[in-house]
């Protein structure tokens, strides 16, 4: 992950993104395990889904 993240920066996306298992995973249990604001992680999530590296599913989020 190269390109710079709204509201973080790519050490903040990479962990997240290593947070995000093949399993879904709900918004609360992402904020919780990353330690970070709500507004951050929404708009991590938002980049890695606009990378494909992750898509939303029933419940949270799922990496592709």
């Known amino acids: ?9 790519d050490r903040d996306a990479n962990a997240l993104l290593d947070k ?3 399993e879904c ?4 249990e992402l904020v ?3 330690q970070q ?5 929404m708009a991590q ?6 990378e494909g590296l992750i ?3 029933a419940g949270g989020y799922i990496r592709c």
Do not use: I, K, T, W
């Open 32 to 34: 919780s395990a990353s």
């Open 55 to 57: 898509r939303r599913c």
């Open 20 to 22: 995000v298992g093949f």
């Open 1 to 9: 992950l190269h390109s710079a993240r709204p509201g973080g920066n």
């Open 45 to 50: 999530l938002s980049a890695l889904e606009l």
């Open 25 to 28: 995973c709900s918004l609360d």
């Open 37 to 41: 604001p709500v507004a951050q992680v």
